[in-house]
Every structure is written in structure tokens, then in C-alpha cells.
């Protein structure tokens, strides 16, 4: 519905700028989302090993669980307007959504599962939330009605 008042209340030229910045924002939404995504896990599965090496450095930082929930949730937010603009302009399929939200839920558990499944979750949960990045990705780059409405 928006398409049709953007396409007769703008002129044409400023409809597709509009259209082609809200494609980078995607992009570079679902590129954003899949890079923080990816360092979280690193700095969690490595965490382990960093940490003892840190005094002998003269650096004394503890593990930060209020730091892992920002980035967590930070992660979620930029991955569903990611995903909401690929939705909405885009391919209509809501199984990107299925894998984030799954993701997410899996990836804030890790606590739950015990120490000793720590890793294994959170390789499940970041790997779930890139798949919903990159299922988005490649859903928007596949769409053909895009190019036919204007």
C-alpha cells in the first residue's frame, strides 16, 4: 500500500532513491547484523582463553554479563529492521524472522544449559541468527516483482 501512495505522491526520480536507500539500509543492516553476530560469538567462545592472559598484560576486565545482553539485544534489534525491510518491500517470507527470533532465544538460554554446553549453544544460537541474515540477503536479491513495479 505504501508503494502505490509513494509511487503517485512522489516524483518518480525521488520514489527511487527513496526505494534504493531503503535497500542499502537492509543491506547493510543484514552485513551489520551478521558481522556482530559472529565477533559476539568469537569474544564468548575465546573469552575463556583471553581471560587468564589478560593480568600478565596489566589488564583486569571481568566478564560482563549486563555487556553480553546490549549486544545481544542490539543484535536482534538491527536484525529485525533488517528482516522487516526485506519483508515489507521485499519477498514477504517470514522464516527469516523464525530463525532470528529462534536465535535469540537460544543465544539469551546459554546460561541454562549449563556451563559445560556454553559453547555449543552459542555456536547454535549466532549461527541461527547470520542464517536469518543471510536467508534474507539472498530472498531480497531473488526477488523478480521488485524490478516489475515501477
Not at 587468564?52 to 534489534?77: C, D, K, Q, W, Y
Request: aromatic letters at 12%; hydrophobic letters at 50%; a positive charge.
Amino acid at each position: 500500500m505504501y508503494d502505490v501512495l509513494l509511487y503517485y505522491l512522489v516524483p518518480r526520480n525521488l520514489a527511487f532513491r527513496v526505494s534504493n536507500v531503503l535497500a542499502i539500509v537492509r543491506n547493510v543492516f543484514d552485513k551489520v547484523g551478521i558481522t556482530v553476530t559472529s565477533l559476539c560469538a568469537i569474544h564468548c567462545i575465546l573469552l575463556p582463553v583471553i581471560l587468564p592472559v589478560l593480568p600478565l598484560l596489566g589488564l583486569s576486565v571481568g566478564h560482563n554479563h549486563a555487556f553480553e545482553r546490549i549486544m545481544l539485544l542490539t543484535t536482534m534489534v538491527l536484525g529485525f529492521i533488517a528482516l522487516f525491510i526485506g519483508f515489507h518491500r521485499y519477498h514477504r517470507k517470514l522464516y527469516p524472522f523464525y530463525s532470528l527470533f529462534l536465535g535469540v532465544f537460544i543465544y539469551w538460554q546459554k546460561d541454562v544449559w549449563g556451563h559445560e554446553y556454553e559453547h555449543a549453544v552459542l555456536i547454535v544460537g549466532a549461527s541461527l541468527v547470520v542464517l536469518a541474515h543471510v536467508m534474507n540477503m539472498r530472498l531480497c536479491n531473488s526477488c523478480n516483482s521488485c524490478e516489475d513495479a515501477h
